[in-house]
Protein backbone atom coordinates (compact mmCIF):
# COMPACT_ATOMS: atom_id res chain seq x y z
CA UNK A 1 0.00 0.00 0.00
CA UNK A 2 3.03 1.90 1.12
CA UNK A 3 4.55 1.61 -2.38
CA UNK A 4 1.05 2.88 -4.26
CA UNK A 5 1.25 6.40 -2.16
CA UNK A 6 4.74 6.60 -3.37
CA UNK A 7 4.64 5.55 -6.97
CA UNK A 8 1.31 7.67 -7.10
CA UNK A 9 3.09 10.60 -5.57
CA UNK A 10 6.20 10.30 -7.39
CA UNK A 11 4.32 10.60 -10.59
CA UNK A 12 2.33 13.73 -9.47
CA UNK A 13 5.63 15.38 -8.88
CA UNK A 14 6.51 15.19 -12.34
CA UNK A 15 6.89 17.89 -14.37
CA UNK A 16 5.55 15.66 -17.61
CA UNK A 17 2.65 14.86 -15.65
CA UNK A 18 1.73 18.52 -13.86
CA UNK A 19 2.21 19.82 -17.71
CA UNK A 20 -0.34 17.29 -18.91
CA UNK A 21 -2.54 17.94 -16.45
CA UNK A 22 -2.19 22.16 -16.85
CA UNK A 23 -3.04 21.34 -20.77
CA UNK A 24 -6.00 19.42 -20.20
CA UNK A 25 -7.19 22.19 -17.57
CA UNK A 26 -6.52 24.49 -20.33
CA UNK A 27 -8.31 22.68 -22.81
CA UNK A 28 -11.38 22.23 -20.72
CA UNK A 29 -11.62 26.48 -19.83
CA UNK A 30 -11.52 26.58 -23.71
CA UNK A 31 -14.12 24.28 -24.28
CA UNK A 32 -16.47 25.65 -22.47
CA UNK A 33 -15.58 29.10 -22.99
CA UNK A 34 -16.64 28.50 -26.43
CA UNK A 35 -19.35 26.88 -25.77
CA UNK A 36 -20.84 29.72 -23.81
CA UNK A 37 -19.48 32.40 -26.67
CA UNK A 38 -20.54 30.79 -29.87
CA UNK A 39 -24.32 30.61 -28.95
CA UNK A 40 -23.98 34.56 -28.64
CA UNK A 41 -21.89 35.46 -31.38
CA UNK A 42 -23.81 32.96 -33.72
CA UNK A 43 -26.95 35.24 -32.00
CA UNK A 44 -25.96 38.04 -33.12
CA UNK A 45 -24.76 36.98 -36.63
CA UNK A 46 -28.51 36.40 -36.93
CA UNK A 47 -30.24 39.07 -35.29
CA UNK A 48 -28.27 41.01 -37.50
CA UNK A 49 -29.49 39.12 -40.80
CA UNK A 50 -32.97 39.22 -39.52
CA UNK A 51 -32.39 43.10 -39.48
CA UNK A 52 -31.55 43.75 -42.90
CA UNK A 53 -33.90 41.16 -44.28
CA UNK A 54 -36.89 43.65 -42.19
CA UNK A 55 -34.93 46.43 -43.78
CA UNK A 56 -35.10 45.00 -47.39
CA UNK A 57 -38.68 43.30 -46.77
CA UNK A 58 -39.71 46.94 -46.18
CA UNK A 59 -38.38 48.34 -49.12
CA UNK A 60 -39.97 45.75 -51.25
CA UNK A 61 -43.39 46.20 -49.42
CA UNK A 62 -42.79 49.65 -50.25
CA UNK A 63 -42.46 48.89 -53.76
CA UNK A 64 -45.16 47.18 -54.47
CA UNK A 65 -47.62 49.72 -52.98
CA UNK A 66 -46.24 52.32 -54.87
CA UNK A 67 -46.91 49.80 -57.87
CA UNK A 68 -49.87 49.00 -56.94
CA UNK A 69 -50.92 52.43 -57.35
CA UNK A 70 -49.65 53.30 -60.32
CA UNK A 71 -51.66 49.90 -61.62
CA UNK A 72 -55.12 50.99 -60.57
CA UNK A 73 -54.00 54.53 -61.95
CA UNK A 74 -53.51 53.02 -65.41
CA UNK A 75 -56.37 51.03 -65.04
CA UNK A 76 -58.35 54.39 -64.80
CA UNK A 77 -57.04 56.54 -67.40
CA UNK A 78 -57.17 53.29 -69.98
CA UNK A 79 -61.12 53.07 -69.11
CA UNK A 80 -61.37 56.53 -69.40
CA UNK A 81 -59.44 56.42 -72.62
CA UNK A 82 -61.23 53.52 -73.76
CA UNK A 83 -63.56 55.42 -76.58
CA UNK A 84 -60.83 57.12 -77.63
CA UNK A 85 -59.57 56.10 -81.32
CA UNK A 86 -55.74 55.63 -81.58
CA UNK A 87 -54.42 58.69 -83.84
CA UNK A 88 -53.20 57.52 -87.52
CA UNK A 89 -51.58 59.17 -90.43
CA UNK A 90 -51.56 56.75 -93.40
CA UNK A 91 -49.06 59.29 -95.29
CA UNK A 92 -46.29 57.59 -94.28
CA UNK A 93 -45.41 55.13 -97.52
CA UNK A 94 -43.93 52.18 -96.05
CA UNK A 95 -41.72 49.14 -98.00
CA UNK A 96 -42.20 45.96 -96.87
CA UNK A 97 -44.59 43.86 -95.67
CA UNK A 98 -43.18 43.76 -92.13
CA UNK A 99 -43.58 47.16 -91.65
CA UNK A 100 -46.75 48.28 -90.67
CA UNK A 101 -49.06 51.80 -90.96
CA UNK A 102 -47.21 54.44 -88.61
CA UNK A 103 -48.29 57.41 -86.33
CA UNK A 104 -46.18 60.40 -87.50
CA UNK A 105 -47.54 63.60 -85.18
CA UNK A 106 -46.92 66.82 -86.08
CA UNK A 107 -43.21 68.22 -86.57
CA UNK A 108 -40.96 68.08 -83.16
CA UNK A 109 -40.31 71.06 -81.67
CA UNK A 110 -37.88 73.50 -83.49
CA UNK A 111 -34.37 72.39 -82.77
CA UNK A 112 -30.81 72.84 -84.41
CA UNK A 113 -31.61 70.08 -87.26
CA UNK A 114 -34.80 71.67 -87.89
CA UNK A 115 -36.00 70.89 -91.89
CA UNK A 116 -33.90 68.07 -91.82
CA UNK A 117 -34.73 64.46 -92.14
CA UNK A 118 -33.28 62.81 -88.65
CA UNK A 119 -32.35 59.31 -88.67
CA UNK A 120 -31.54 57.23 -85.82
CA UNK A 121 -30.00 54.46 -85.30
CA UNK A 122 -31.04 52.33 -82.65
CA UNK A 123 -29.79 48.82 -81.39
CA UNK A 124 -31.68 46.31 -79.57
CA UNK A 125 -30.97 43.19 -77.07
CA UNK A 126 -27.39 44.49 -76.44
CA UNK A 127 -25.16 45.04 -74.53
CA UNK A 128 -23.16 42.13 -76.02
CA UNK A 129 -19.55 41.65 -77.22
CA UNK A 130 -20.49 43.45 -80.21
CA UNK A 131 -21.43 46.88 -78.37
CA UNK A 132 -17.62 47.86 -78.34
CA UNK A 133 -17.31 47.58 -81.29
CA UNK A 134 -20.35 49.76 -82.40
CA UNK A 135 -19.65 52.12 -80.43
CA UNK A 136 -15.86 52.59 -81.61
CA UNK A 137 -17.60 52.87 -84.92
CA UNK A 138 -19.85 55.25 -83.69
CA UNK A 139 -16.88 57.40 -82.10
CA UNK A 140 -14.70 57.69 -85.51
CA UNK A 141 -18.12 58.77 -87.37
CA UNK A 142 -18.69 61.00 -84.40
CA UNK A 143 -22.38 59.98 -83.71
CA UNK A 144 -24.46 59.46 -81.18
CA UNK A 145 -26.88 56.48 -81.41
CA UNK A 146 -29.76 55.05 -79.29
CA UNK A 147 -29.41 51.42 -77.38
CA UNK A 148 -32.38 49.98 -76.27
CA UNK A 149 -31.31 47.53 -74.09
CA UNK A 150 -32.13 44.20 -71.74
CA UNK A 151 -30.61 43.05 -68.15
CA UNK A 152 -27.24 41.63 -69.32
CA UNK A 153 -25.12 40.96 -65.78
CA UNK A 154 -21.29 40.72 -67.34
CA UNK A 155 -21.84 43.76 -69.43
CA UNK A 156 -21.45 46.51 -66.75
CA UNK A 157 -19.18 48.41 -68.46
CA UNK A 158 -20.37 48.59 -72.16
CA UNK A 159 -23.92 49.93 -70.19
CA UNK A 160 -21.55 52.80 -68.76
CA UNK A 161 -19.88 53.07 -72.34
CA UNK A 162 -22.99 53.85 -73.58
CA UNK A 163 -23.81 57.23 -71.66
CA UNK A 164 -20.25 58.15 -71.03
CA UNK A 165 -20.00 58.34 -74.22
CA UNK A 166 -23.57 60.19 -75.18
CA UNK A 167 -25.41 57.96 -77.13
CA UNK A 168 -29.43 57.44 -75.53
CA UNK A 169 -29.95 54.56 -73.64
CA UNK A 170 -33.22 53.46 -74.32
CA UNK A 171 -35.59 49.94 -71.98
CA UNK A 172 -35.90 46.98 -73.95
CA UNK A 173 -37.57 44.92 -71.22
CA UNK A 174 -35.11 43.61 -68.44
CA UNK A 175 -35.75 39.85 -69.28
CA UNK A 176 -36.85 39.60 -73.21
CA UNK A 177 -38.84 36.85 -72.14
CA UNK A 178 -42.14 37.74 -74.20
CA UNK A 179 -43.99 35.52 -71.82
CA UNK A 180 -42.67 37.06 -68.84
CA UNK A 181 -42.73 40.53 -69.93
CA UNK A 182 -46.41 40.10 -71.09
CA UNK A 183 -48.03 38.03 -68.70
CA UNK A 184 -49.83 40.81 -67.16
CA UNK A 185 -49.88 44.36 -66.86
CA UNK A 186 -48.11 43.82 -63.49
CA UNK A 187 -45.76 41.62 -64.85
CA UNK A 188 -44.79 43.85 -67.30
CA UNK A 189 -44.72 46.94 -64.65
CA UNK A 190 -42.12 45.16 -62.66
CA UNK A 191 -40.27 44.07 -65.91
CA UNK A 192 -40.02 47.70 -66.51
CA UNK A 193 -39.68 48.67 -62.69
CA UNK A 194 -36.12 45.96 -63.00
CA UNK A 195 -34.68 47.37 -66.04
CA UNK A 196 -35.26 51.07 -64.87
CA UNK A 197 -33.14 50.52 -61.53
CA UNK A 198 -31.04 48.30 -63.10
CA UNK A 199 -29.77 50.94 -65.52
CA UNK A 200 -30.00 53.87 -63.09
CA UNK A 201 -27.91 52.01 -60.65
CA UNK A 202 -25.16 51.57 -62.92
CA UNK A 203 -24.96 54.42 -65.22
CA UNK A 204 -26.66 56.95 -63.21
CA UNK A 205 -29.39 57.51 -65.77
CA UNK A 206 -32.96 58.05 -65.72
CA UNK A 207 -34.09 56.29 -68.65
CA UNK A 208 -37.56 57.79 -70.06
CA UNK A 209 -37.73 55.87 -73.79
CA UNK A 210 -39.05 52.33 -74.35
CA UNK A 211 -39.03 50.08 -76.91
CA UNK A 212 -41.38 47.01 -76.89
CA UNK A 213 -39.69 43.38 -77.46
CA UNK A 214 -41.23 42.83 -80.46
CA UNK A 215 -42.54 46.03 -81.06
CA UNK A 216 -46.02 47.88 -79.90
CA UNK A 217 -47.55 45.98 -82.80
CA UNK A 218 -46.25 42.38 -82.25
CA UNK A 219 -48.55 39.59 -81.77
CA UNK A 220 -47.08 37.15 -79.32
CA UNK A 221 -49.69 37.47 -76.22
CA UNK A 222 -52.85 38.15 -75.29
CA UNK A 223 -52.75 41.32 -73.20
CA UNK A 224 -54.56 44.77 -74.66
CA UNK A 225 -51.10 46.26 -75.33
CA UNK A 226 -52.83 49.96 -75.15
CA UNK A 227 -52.67 49.05 -71.38
CA UNK A 228 -48.74 48.59 -71.29
CA UNK A 229 -48.56 52.19 -73.50
CA UNK A 230 -50.73 54.31 -70.65
CA UNK A 231 -48.50 52.29 -67.82
CA UNK A 232 -45.49 53.75 -69.65
CA UNK A 233 -47.20 57.16 -70.40
CA UNK A 234 -48.25 57.49 -66.59
CA UNK A 235 -44.29 56.65 -65.42
CA UNK A 236 -43.10 59.33 -68.48
CA UNK A 237 -41.50 56.90 -70.56
CA UNK A 238 -41.72 57.43 -74.30
CA UNK A 239 -41.88 54.58 -76.81
CA UNK A 240 -40.40 54.21 -80.24
CA UNK A 241 -41.37 51.49 -82.62
CA UNK A 242 -39.24 51.51 -86.29
CA UNK A 243 -40.07 52.44 -89.36
CA UNK A 244 -36.88 50.55 -91.13
CA UNK A 245 -35.63 47.55 -90.68
CA UNK A 246 -31.93 45.69 -91.19
CA UNK A 247 -33.92 42.78 -91.14
CA UNK A 248 -31.20 41.14 -88.74
CA UNK A 249 -33.48 39.78 -86.42
CA UNK A 250 -33.50 36.81 -88.72
CA UNK A 251 -33.01 33.31 -87.50
CA UNK A 252 -29.64 33.25 -89.86
CA UNK A 253 -26.54 35.73 -90.51
CA UNK A 254 -27.54 38.54 -93.05
CA UNK A 255 -25.06 39.40 -94.91
CA UNK A 256 -23.36 42.82 -95.24
CA UNK A 257 -24.62 43.57 -98.48
CA UNK A 258 -28.15 42.60 -97.94
CA UNK A 259 -28.27 44.78 -94.77
CA UNK A 260 -27.27 47.65 -96.46
CA UNK A 261 -29.03 47.41 -99.67
CA UNK A 262 -32.60 47.00 -97.76
CA UNK A 263 -31.97 49.18 -95.44
CA UNK A 264 -30.89 52.07 -98.19
CA UNK A 265 -34.07 50.81 -100.32
CA UNK A 266 -36.28 51.30 -97.38
CA UNK A 267 -35.00 54.50 -96.19
CA UNK A 268 -35.18 56.01 -99.81
CA UNK A 269 -38.91 55.07 -100.30
CA UNK A 270 -39.80 56.77 -97.18
CA UNK A 271 -41.60 59.70 -97.23
CA UNK A 272 -40.84 60.46 -93.42
CA UNK A 273 -39.31 62.99 -91.74
CA UNK A 274 -38.23 60.87 -88.55
CA UNK A 275 -36.60 57.42 -89.95
CA UNK A 276 -35.67 55.15 -86.85
CA UNK A 277 -33.73 52.36 -88.10
CA UNK A 278 -34.20 49.16 -85.87
CA UNK A 279 -30.65 47.10 -85.24
CA UNK A 280 -29.46 44.94 -83.11
CA UNK A 281 -25.95 44.42 -81.16
CA UNK A 282 -26.69 41.22 -79.84
CA UNK A 283 -24.24 38.34 -80.18
CA UNK A 284 -24.08 36.69 -83.45
CA UNK A 285 -24.98 39.76 -85.15
CA UNK A 286 -21.46 40.38 -86.36
CA UNK A 287 -22.60 41.04 -90.04
CA UNK A 288 -24.52 44.00 -88.71
CA UNK A 289 -21.32 45.69 -86.90
CA UNK A 290 -19.99 45.14 -90.34
CA UNK A 291 -22.56 46.83 -92.28
CA UNK A 292 -22.45 50.16 -89.44
CA UNK A 293 -19.89 52.05 -91.57
CA UNK A 294 -21.11 51.44 -94.77
CA UNK A 295 -24.47 52.35 -93.69
CA UNK A 296 -23.38 55.32 -91.95
CA UNK A 297 -21.70 56.52 -95.15
CA UNK A 298 -24.64 56.20 -97.30
CA UNK A 299 -26.49 57.76 -94.77
CA UNK A 300 -24.57 60.67 -94.51
CA UNK A 301 -24.39 61.29 -98.37
CA UNK A 302 -28.04 61.63 -98.70
CA UNK A 303 -29.35 65.16 -98.82
CA UNK A 304 -30.65 67.40 -95.73
CA UNK A 305 -30.12 64.14 -93.49
CA UNK A 306 -28.85 63.76 -90.04
CA UNK A 307 -28.10 61.18 -88.12
CA UNK A 308 -29.30 61.80 -84.00
CA UNK A 309 -29.78 59.88 -80.99
CA UNK A 310 -33.31 59.83 -79.98
CA UNK A 311 -34.39 63.08 -77.79
CA UNK A 312 -37.04 64.66 -76.68
CA UNK A 313 -36.76 66.50 -80.30
CA UNK A 314 -37.55 63.29 -81.86
CA UNK A 315 -40.90 62.65 -82.88
CA UNK A 316 -41.97 58.84 -81.86
CA UNK A 317 -42.56 56.72 -84.64
CA UNK A 318 -45.22 54.26 -83.66
CA UNK A 319 -46.86 51.27 -84.90
CA UNK A 320 -50.47 51.38 -85.18
CA UNK A 321 -51.54 48.75 -82.60
CA UNK A 322 -54.48 46.48 -84.37
ZN1 LIG B 1 -35.54 42.60 -78.90
Redesign the pocket.
Given at each position: MNEEIKENTKEQNNPEHRKRIHTLKKMIVGILLSLLLLPTILSVVALGQIHQLNMQLNQSLLILSDLSMQVQEVRRIAEENNSQDVEIDTNASQPTGQLQQITMEDAAPSDSYEGMRKVCLTF??GPSRNTDAILDILDSYGIKATFFVNGHPGFEEQYRRIVDEGHTIGM?SYS?VYSDVYASLEGFAMDTLEIRTYIRELTGEECVYYRF??GSSNTVHTMPMQECIDYLDTMGITYFDWNVSVGDALGYERSVNAIVDTTMAQINALDAQTIVILM?DAPGKETTVEALPILIEKIQALDNVAIVPITEDVTPVHHVIQ
Open positions: DDHHPGH
